[in-house]
């Protein structure tokens, strides 16, 4: 297991996988949350911003930096994306709209 991140403010806690993007993580264990494309990096609505622990997240990809300079989170240098997202070690951050299972 790579990791555990914590999502505020619904304050939902889960397990991230080895090599497991945040968002697949997410939807394999039924927590809701959001995104257009479905995890493609094409909509950039799956953004979330980093409040602790960013150093163990992996490097922003070219791709995931082109999508968040594009988006609602443009001037928010802590943003990135969950479908790009992978851990190596506990995270917490930010996402509005994200849901527990259940």
Same mark, same amino acid.
């Given at each position: 297991?790579? $990791?555990?991140? /914590? *999502?505020?403010?619904?304050? *939902?806690?889960?397990? +991230? $996988?080895?090599?497991?993007? +945040?968002?697949?993580?997410? #939807? #394999?264990? !039924?927590? /809701?949350?959001?995104?257009? @494309?479905? !995890?493609?990096?094409? @909509? %950039?609505?799956?953004?979330? +911003? *980093?409040?602790? !622990? =960013?150093?163990?997240?992996?490097?922003?990809?070219?791709?995931?930096?082109? /999508?968040?300079?594009? $988006?609602?989170?443009? =001037?928010?240098? /802590?943003?990135?994306?969950? @479908?790009?997202?992978?851990?190596?070690?506990? +995270?917490?951050?930010? #996402?509005?709209?994200? #849901?527990?299972? %259940?």
């Amino acid at each position: 297991m790579a $990791g555990r991140i /914590r *999502v505020l403010p619904a304050d *939902v806690t889960f397990a +991230v $996988g080895d090599g497991e993007p +945040v968002y697949r993580a997410a #939807r #394999r264990q !039924g927590i /809701r949350w959001p995104s257009i @494309c479905n !995890g493609d990096a094409e @909509c %950039g609505i799956c953004y979330m +911003v *980093v409040e602790e !622990g =960013g150093e163990n997240l992996s490097e922003k990809s070219s791709v995931e930096a082109d /999508r968040l300079s594009l $988006g609602m989170k443009a =001037g928010e240098p /802590r943003a990135r994306l969950a @479908c790009r997202a992978t851990l190596d070690g506990d +995270v917490t951050v930010l #996402r509005k709209g994200v #849901r527990a299972a %259940g």
